[in-house]
């Protein structure tokens, strides 16, 4: 039996039991969306989040106007550079709370902004310099920062291990999927995204990333 084999054997059993199968197809769904436009939280007050989302993390501040729920909030739109945008609604007066939060069910426990590899060393010293603490984590197929915003909300930093093109990434991840579980590791490392990328015919070109702690464990 080869691997696709074994891994469809794999994902048919899981379905079996229960779980959901794993694939980039676009499901037969009711609504069917066509991508990610934005994400809005809670934010505190407008200096502190232009503060950190522009002038640290580098997004560029796109729009701003009323929420048009509520006219006596500020809603801030910032673009991280992909035209993904990420939206905060904020009200002066808020004070920012830097402490940890803890995630309520249904609430948003982290978001991940990608970053240039070839940036790590100059991205772990401009948060330093703001005053900003991290950690890093090899996670298997992609190498992680994590520090927390203003508000003590926490904000991922990551980088894929191999250079993955934007339109096949939900094709590409799917199959390292396949070949996780095909060969019984706990979570997929960078060899099952490697293998991915060769049997879909794309560019395999490894990121130079340093060495970090792996598997789990945050922030």
């Known amino acids: 039996?080869?691997?696709?084999?074994?891994?469809?054997d794999a994902s048919e059993g899981a379905a079996a039991l229960g779980d959901p199968p794993i694939t980039a197809e676009k499901p037969d769904a009711a609504v069917g969306v066509t991508g990610l436009d934005h994400v809005t939280l809670i934010g505190s007050n407008e200096a502190?989040?232009?503060?950190?989302?522009?002038?640290?993390?580098?997004?560029?501040?796109?729009l701003r106007q009323p929420n048009l729920d509520a006219p006596h909030v500020t809603h801030l739109f910032f673009d991280p550079g992909d035209g993904?945008?990420?939206?905060?609604?904020?009200e002066e007066g808020r004070d920012s709370t830097p402490g940890p939060q803890r995630?309520?069910?249904?609430?948003?426990?982290?978001?991940s902004f990608s970053f240039d590899p070839d940036r790590i060393a100059?991205?772990?010293?401009?948060?330093?310099?703001?005053?900003?603490?991290?950690?890093?984590?090899?996670?298997?197929?992609?190498?992680s920062l994590y520090t927390r915003d203003h508000n003590g909300f926490t904000v991922e930093l990551?980088?894929?291990?191999y250079e993955i093109p934007d339109d096949r990434r939900g094709e590409v991840l799917a199959?390292?999927?396949?070949?996780?579980?095909?060969d019984g590791s706990d979570?997929?490392?960078g060899e099952h995204l490697k293998a991915a990328l060769e049997e879909l015919d794309l560019p395999v070109e490894p990121v130079d990333i340093p060495d970090a702690a792996s598997g789990a464990g945050g922030l």
């Open 84 to 90: 993904r945008i990420i939206t905060f609604f904020v």
């Open 48 to 62: 502190d989040t232009v503060e950190f989302y522009r002038d640290v993390l580098g997004c560029s501040l796109v």
């Open 122 to 143: 100059e991205v772990k010293q401009g948060l330093e310099a703001h005053g900003y603490q991290y950690s890093e984590f090899n996670r298997g197929i992609f190498y």
């Open 103 to 111: 995630t309520q069910l249904g609430g948003v426990h982290h978001i």
């Open 187 to 189: 979570y997929a490392k």
């Open 1 to 8: 039996m080869n691997n696709e084999d074994s891994a469809t």
């Open 158 to 161: 990551s980088t894929d291990k």
């Open 175 to 182: 199959l390292a999927q396949q070949k996780r579980v095909a």
